[in-house]
Nanobody
Framework: QVQLVESGGGLVQAGGSLRLSCAAS????????MGWFRQAPGKEREFVGV??????STDYADSVKGRFTISRVSNTAYLQMNSLKPEDTAVYFC???????????????WGQGTQVTVSS
């Protein structure tokens, strides 16, 4: 079992930055790919980005590429969000799985989510 706890959400003005953290516990972090997803009200959960277990590779949705950066240190993954836009407003989730996939069903473990609100 893997437990994931996100933190770092909040309210920020457009153009601002936030950094989300995802702390994992419960088993070895090695071999676990870490993904970030988000869900806005009335919309489906969408892929934001993913980082491989060793941090060698990342993949991002086109909507956040160049603005968001995923990193990981030990048992914690980070989502650095810059140049935030009102359309980035959503609940952000981290997820752990065995493949660096863009598909939510590929991830076995999920955090509880953290709200990010970007005002215009």
């Amino acid at each position: 079992q893997v437990q994931l706890v996100e933190s770092g959400g909040g309210l920020v003005q457009a153009g601002g930055s936030l950094r989300l953290s995802c702390a994992a516990s419960g088993r070895t972090f090695s071999g676990i790919e870490m993904g970030w997803f988000r869900q806005a009200p009335g919309k489906e959960r969408e892929f934001v980005g993913v980082i491989t277990w060793n941090g060698d590779s990342t993949d991002y949705a086109d909507s956040v590429k160049g603005r968001f950066t995923i990193s990981r240190v030990s048992n914690t993954a980070y989502l650095q969000m810059n140049s935030l836009k009102p359309e980035d407003t959503a609940v952000y989730f981290c997820a752990a799985g065995r493949r660096p996939s863009r598909g939510a069903p590929e991830y076995n473990y999920w955090g509880q989510g953290t709200q990010v609100t970007v005002s215009s």
